[in-house]
């Protein structure tokens, strides 16, 4: 079976620009939620898409949106970026069929923002 | 707002110690924590999942414990080998919304041959 597969593995932008990060989930899951890690402030929950629908959202700007098609793939998108915004950002998905559902990561985006 | 912190940053230690990886949080109103290890620019790779009914939950060298009352989660792993050195978070899913986690800030963990 195959993991999280979250594309490009590697980004480089420059201020103002727009980027947008793609992650496939793992076959038959329907939650895909999106991560935010730096070194400074660590991992942070951007937001969580389940069958299309916007379930959670973490304390980003609205610069920071995303969507999640009908296969279960979601997108994220970043607009008007800031140097703030190099990072990692990660994708996981789960089941979501119960409460109790363990998280599997991608292996992240490297976006660089000169 | 539920914060989550883990106890020590980093931690060194010799092949085939027993060693503990703490973790605390806040609001004990949680659904379930998960323990994960990140490899240096690499994604995170889920360890255990203990439920919030649970007390325990046992992968092979790997025991992790939850104690809701006092807030509080412990990673124990047991004859520790050098492939084990890596980065562990620990991430609390708490009640309220689906999938929305709050991490803590990790331990780095790092073991000498």
């Known amino acids: 079976k195959a993991g999280v597969t979250q594309t490009p593995r590697y980004l480089i932008k420059t201020r103002g620009q727009q980027v947008t990060l793609s992650c496939s989930p793992i076959s038959g899951h329907r939650s895909v939620s999106w991560y935010q890690q730096t070194p400074g402030q660590g991992l942070q929950f951007l937001f969580e898409y389940f069958s299309e629908t916007q379930r959670n959202k973490g304390n980003f700007p609205g610069r920071f949106s995303g969507r999640q098609f009908s296969n279960s793939r979601s997108e994220m998108n970043v607009s008007t970026l800031e140097l703030g915004d190099s990072a990692l950002y990660l994708c996981?998905?789960?089941?979501?069929?119960?409460?109790?559902?363990?998280?599997?990561f991608g292996s992240g985006t490297q976006l660089s923002v000169l | 707002k539920q914060e989550v912190t883990q106890i020590p940053a980093a931690l060194s230690v010799p092949e085939g110690e027993n060693l503990v990886l703490n973790c605390s949080f806040t609001?004990?109103?949680?659904?379930?924590l998960q323990w994960f290890r990140q490899d240096p620019g690499k994604g995170l790779t889920s360890l255990l999942l203990?439920?919030?009914?649970?007390r325990e939950q046992t992968s092979g060298r790997l025991n992790a414990s939850l104690d809701k009352s006092s807030g509080r989660s412990t990673l124990y792993i047991a004859a520790s080998q050098p492939g084990d050195s890596a980065t562990y978070l620990c991430?609390?899913?708490?009640?309220?919304?689906?999938?929305?986690?709050?991490f803590g800030t990790g331990t780095k963990l790092q073991v000498i041959p």
């Open positions: 609001d004990s109103a949680i659904y379930n």
């Open positions: 991430a609390v899913g708490f009640s309220g919304g689906y999938q929305k986690v709050t």
């Open positions: 996981a998905s789960s089941l979501a069929d119960g409460r109790n559902e363990k998280l599997f």
């Open positions: 203990i439920q919030s009914s649970q």
